[in-house]
T-cell receptor, first 114, second 114 residues
Framework: AQSVSQHNHHVILSEAASLELGCNYSYGGTVNLFWYVQYPGQHLQLLLKYFSGDPLVKGIKGFEAEFIKSKFSFNLRKPSVQWSDTAEYFCAVRPQTGANNLFFGTGTRLTVIP | KAGVTQTPRYLIKTRGQQVTLSCSPISGHRSVSWYQQTPGQGLQFLFEYFSETQRNKGNFPGRFSGRQFSNSRSEMNVSTLELGDSALYLC?????????????FGPGTRLLVL
């Protein structure tokens, strides 16, 4: 069965620190990969996505992620976080089987201290 | 363009009752997926509808059902509610069901079962 692991449950950083959130998945076939963010009191929003091509994808608000196929990983990065980045971050995988359902990780809560 | 809307936003029910939740997708989107979000299990896929047909179903009991109307609006129903059904129910829409599709999420309906 497909699974998505986000090993960091809660990350606390000071403003201007660099961020890297890990995401690993288990699925042997081709996948689409997504990072969603849920700001406090708001709904899930798409940060970035990978379908094919350049494994380094850039998203909104300065976020980027790198797909490393050999490691089944899709880690999220940001060089310098801001207080407004405080949120919960979810990695999601969709196997390219024709079904449109996403498999989500358990989420990583990021707290940025001003 | 208006986003995905869900009604009601909050709901309190008692065990044994049934509940119907509604989702209106983004204009032009024909696929609607439903997810359940709980602190213990995270985000889990319930089912997906496209052109009024259920295309895919997650691993939930038959008490959870849904339907989609000709205008792409969707409803999900939970019968014989249990305490464990307390959750945030999220609806997501996409234009279609192809591999390049991205799902956009609504604000969710928070259901509390007493």
């Amino acid at each position: 069965a497909q699974s998505v692991s986000q090993h960091n449950h809660h990350v606390i950083l000071s403003e201007a620190a660099s961020l890297e959130l890990g995401c690993n998945y288990s699925y042997g076939g081709t996948v689409n990969l997504f990072w969603y963010v849920q700001y406090p009191g708001q709904h899930l929003q798409l940060l970035l996505k990978y379908f094919s091509g350049d494994p380094l994808v850039k998203g909104i608000k300065g976020f980027e992620a790198e797909f490393i196929k050999s490691k089944f990983s899709f880690n999220l990065r940001k060089p310098s976080v801001q207080w407004s980045d405080t949120a919960e971050y979810f990695c999601a995988v969709r196997p390219q089987t024709g079904a449109n359902n996403l498999f989500f990780g358990t989420g990583t809560r990021l707290t940025v201290i001003p | 363009k208006a986003g995905v809307t869900q009604t009601p936003r909050y709901l309190i029910k008692t065990r044994g009752q049934q509940v119907t939740l509604s989702c209106s997708p983004i204009s032009g989107h024909r696929s609607v997926s439903w997810y359940q979000q709980t602190p213990g299990q995270g985000l889990q896929f319930l089912f997906e509808y496209f052109s009024e047909t259920q295309r895919n179903k997650g691993n939930f009991p038959g008490r959870f059902s849904g339907r989609q109307f000709s205008n792409s609006r969707s409803e999900m129903n939970v019968s014989t509610l249990e305490l464990g059904d307390s959750a945030l129910y999220l609806c997501a829409s996409s234009r279609g069901t192809g591999v390049q599709e991205t799902q956009y999420f609504g604000p969710g309906t928070r259901l509390l079962v007493l």
